[in-house]
């Protein structure tokens, strides 16, 4: 019986011990240091407009579906860049699902964006993200967007390309990923630009 109650109270203390250690200073100090080394991004890198209104996060889309802003990818999270629904179609390369859906994609993007019948679309423009919730869209889905914008905006097409070339983020340390562009920073910046959006 001594044992049972000694081993009793040495699993009582490591839990009570663990759950101290684990449950309250690794996430305090996780948390303090975030504060300390990333407070923008712990805080989930809000953007704000001239007047200090928050007008969403640099880390997640959300719907733009006028013709005076450019648009971001697709979105498969819940009805669309749900946050609270992050995921993507789950449609693999084989699927003809998948396979009509870009299809149909490309035709309304060449159509919405006055492109060709002929004109390469990049995949990101017709394509979901795997998250449903990326920010980012590509050089090249920008540039092909402009047009559409500048003509809504009535702005000259080289304006609304310098806005893109402004607002083009290279890559991560210089060699990771692709040269890409956040619509909600663009779109912002298209605002200022041109303050009466269609």
Known sequence: MKNLLAELRTSLLLTLVFAVVLCGAYPLAVWAGAQAFFPRQANGSLVTDAAGNVRGSALLAQSFTSDGYFQPRASAAGTGYDATSSGGTNLGPTSQKLNDSIKAAIAAYRTANGLAADAAVPADAVTSSGSGL????????ALAQSGRVAKARHLTPEAVQQLV?????GRDLGVLGEPRV??????M????ASPKAP
């Not at 956040?182 to 779109?187: D, G, P, R």
């Not at 910046?189 to 200022?192: E, G, K, P, S, V």
């Open 134 to 141: 990326d920010p980012h869209i590509s050089v090249a889905n």
């Open 189 to 192: 910046a298209l605002d200022a």
């Open 182 to 187: 956040n619509v909600l920073l663009l779109n």
């Open 165 to 169: 070339a402004a607002h083009t983020e």
